[in-house]
């Protein structure tokens, strides 16, 4: 099992930029596949990005595209959603995800996800 805990979220202009990171317990870190997925009041879950259990494939939402990275540190059991250009739309809780998985793949759907943080509020103004 593992916990993962969020942070880095906070207000922010239009076009600005904030770092997002996900902090993950337990030894076992790169036997997850990792996603970052937002919540927004009356929508569903919208994927935002994702990697492979070893960060060696990526893959990243369309409405993100161009503007938000992924990057993961297996060493310090952490990932991290770099965002630039924000856009109020952008407005969300960012929620952090795992999947304990053997194979090398980029999970993309919500219900792939077994474990998640309780999230971080970015704010986007314009």
């Known amino acids: 099992q593992v916990q993962l805990v969020e942070s880095g979220g906070g207000l922010v202009q239009a076009g600005g930029s904030l770092r997002l990171s996900c902090a993950a317990s337990?030894?076992?870190?790169?036997?997850?596949?990792m996603g970052w997925f937002r919540q927004t009041p009356g929508k569903e879950r919208e994927f935002v990005a994702a990697f492979s259990r070893s960060g060696g494939s990526t893959y990243v939402g369309d409405s993100v595209k161009g503007r938000f990275t992924i990057s993961r540190d297996n060493n310090k059991n952490t990932v991290y959603l770099q965002m630039n250009s924000l856009k109020p739309e952008d407005t969300a809780i960012y929620l952090c995800a795992a999947r304990s998985t053997v194979a090398s793949l980029v999970y993309y759907r919500e219900r792939d996800y077994a474990y998640w943080g309780q999230g971080t509020q970015v704010t986007v103004s314009s």
């Open positions: 337990g030894r076992t870190f790169n036997s997850y596949a």
